[in-house]
């Protein structure tokens, strides 16, 4: 059974930064492809980052250059370091997984950025 759990959303002020963590189970880590995906309380929604199974990246064009997408296959852990963080993040961010056709989603953690 695939599990993903996130953490690290908070409340941080416009320029901060955060790093999001999302650990994965039930999973051989790494022979999936994997990423970050936002809501935004206007209902608006996308990837913001993903990579691969051979560690290829993709970056959002509203956030290129503030993002850094990353694996640790010892702690089964993907992480989005986020920088310059602006108003307009905030958003519900959610870690996915692709396998076998099906996307699996964790749970999601906040990120509001205060002006």
């Known amino acids: 059974q695939v599990q993903l759990v996130e953490s690290g959303g908070g409340l941080v002020q416009a320029g901060g930064s955060l790093r999001l963590s999302c650990v994965a189970s039930?999973?051989?880590?790494?022979?999936?492809?994997m990423g970050w995906y936002r809501q935004t309380p206007r209902n608006e929604r996308e990837v913001v980052a993903a990579?691969?199974?051979?560690?290829?990246?993709i970056y959002a064009d509203s956030m290129k250059g503030r993002l850094t997408i990353s694996r640790d296959f010892a702690r089964k852990t993907m992480y989005l370091q986020m920088n310059s963080l602006k108003p307009e993040d905030t958003a519900v961010y959610y870690c996915y997984l692709d396998r076998s056709g099906v996307r699996h989603w964790g749970q999601g953690t906040q990120v509001t950025v205060s002006s």
């Open positions: 990579i691969s199974i051979g560690g290829n990246t």
């Open positions: 039930g999973i051989t880590f790494g022979a999936n492809d």
